[in-house]
């Protein structure tokens, strides 16, 4: 269950760099980001917002920038955006579908 995997997942610091998993596909569906992760069968679908994430991790970012650099897209202030999006990454991590970049 992803709660499982969630309780031993630290919380993020703004510091932390994070990236996509390498074994995952990616398309656009819709107006949709579909992600799949093969070896589990397992699929994902991700909204404007959860794209935009999607594409902003294609190379190594810091939550913190990250926060940022959506807080510049998009109508809200830094600290919103990171008390909603926290959880999503931290969900996202423990499904596997990113990582913290080495």
Not at 3 to 14: A, F, G, I, K, V
């Given at each position: 269950m992803?709660e499982?995997?969630?309780?031993t997942?630290?919380?993020?610091?703004?510091?932390?760099?994070?990236?996509?998993s390498?074994?995952?596909?990616?398309?656009e569906?819709d107006g949709?980001?579909?992600?799949l992760?093969?070896e589990?069968?397992?699929y994902?679908?991700?909204?404007?917002?959860g794209?935009?994430?999607?594409?902003?991790?294609?190379?190594p970012?810091?939550?913190?920038?990250?926060?940022?650099?959506l807080s510049?897209?998009?109508d809200a202030?830094?600290a919103?955006?990171?008390?909603?999006l926290a959880?999503?990454?931290?969900?996202?991590?423990?499904?596997g579908?990113?990582?913290?970049?080495?």
């Amino acid at each position: 269950m992803v709660e499982d995997r969630m309780e031993t997942l630290t919380p993020l610091s703004h510091s932390t760099l994070l990236i996509r998993s390498d074994d995952i596909l990616a398309a656009e569906l819709d107006g949709e980001t579909v992600l799949l992760k093969i070896e589990r069968g397992a699929y994902f679908g991700l909204d404007d917002i959860g794209g935009e994430v999607w594409r902003l991790l294609e190379t190594p970012l810091a939550a913190g920038d990250l926060y940022g650099a959506l807080s510049g897209r998009y109508d809200a202030d830094a600290a919103t955006i990171e008390s909603d999006l926290a959880p999503v990454l931290v969900e996202m991590m423990g499904e596997g579908l990113i990582r913290v970049a080495a």
